[in-house]
């Protein structure tokens, strides 16, 4: 599976949208793209992903290059709930059940 | 309600024990997962399985060892040779096979070293 890359940390003020980076520039034809978010000391939960097309459902939107070597999550009106590491995975669609590679995450700060 | 427990939430080991987490799920999933997360750290695959009494071993396997005798039970036992078992331990499952393969994720183990 391809790898991916985010930055450490990102701040957002509350009501406003989060935008939060992924780099994948090594992804191939089928692999997918998935996002999960994990608060403090729980397990992580899924957001949502996406293969070429942009994706939206209740939690957030799912934007994605029309090359797929990057993507963009978006939390369009951030909560103080919202505060969490998010993780940016690449996996193929037949991977069934293989290595899921989890990176280091972004680190997204929602401020009051 | 469906999904994944993990127990317990906190476990103590003494120096040289075996100690035994467990996972179990009733969302009929075929894949289950075992990671490891220090603190400030992404998570880290230990252990793997796809299917009932076969499983792999994931990037940091040493120390640990696993069983899948049942579908809805994946239990891991971190062994004395783990020197530095403190961390925070995470079991998922995922529905093999499927284009929506997402992973849904225990509420973890923290383990800690008398």
């Known amino acids: 599976d391809a790898k991916t890359t985010q930055p450490p940390s990102m701040d957002c003020a509350e009501g406003r949208a989060a935008n939060l980076p992924c780099n994948h520039s090594?992804?191939?034809?089928?692999?997918?793209v998935y996002w999960y978010r994990q608060i403090h000391s729980q397990g992580p939960q899924y957001i949502i992903h996406g293969l070429k097309n942009n994706e939206t459902n209740e939690m957030a939107s799912l934007i994605i290059t029309e090359d797929r070597k990057s993507s963009t999550l978006i939390l369009p009106h951030a909560t103080l709930r919202d505060t969490a590491v998010y993780y940016c995975i690449v996996r193929g669609q037949y991977n069934q059940g293989g290595k899921l590679i989890f990176g280091q995450g972004t680190e997204l700060s929602v401020k009051p | 309600d469906g999904g994944i427990t993990q127990s317990p939430k906190y476990l103590f080991r003494k120096e040289g024990q075996n100690v035994t987490l467990s996972c179990e799920q009733n969302?009929?999933?075929?894949?289950m997962y075992w990671y490891r997360q220090d603190p400030g750290q992404g998570l880290r695959l230990i252990y793997y399985?796809?299917?009932?009494?076969?499983?792999q071993k994931g990037d940091i396997a040493e120390g640990y060892s696993v069983s899948r005798e049942k579908k809805e039970s994946f239990p891991l036992t971190v062994t004395s040779a783990q020197k530095n078992p403190t961390a925070f331990y995470l079991c998922?499952?995922?529905?093999?096979?499927?284009?929506?393969?997402?992973?849904?994720f225990g509420s973890g183990t923290q383990l800690s070293v008398l």
């Open positions: 998922a499952s995922s529905d093999r096979g499927t284009t929506n393969e997402k992973l849904f």
């Open positions: 969302l009929n999933h075929d894949a």
């Open positions: 090594t992804i191939s034809g089928n692999e997918y």
């Open positions: 399985s796809q299917i009932v009494n076969d499983f």
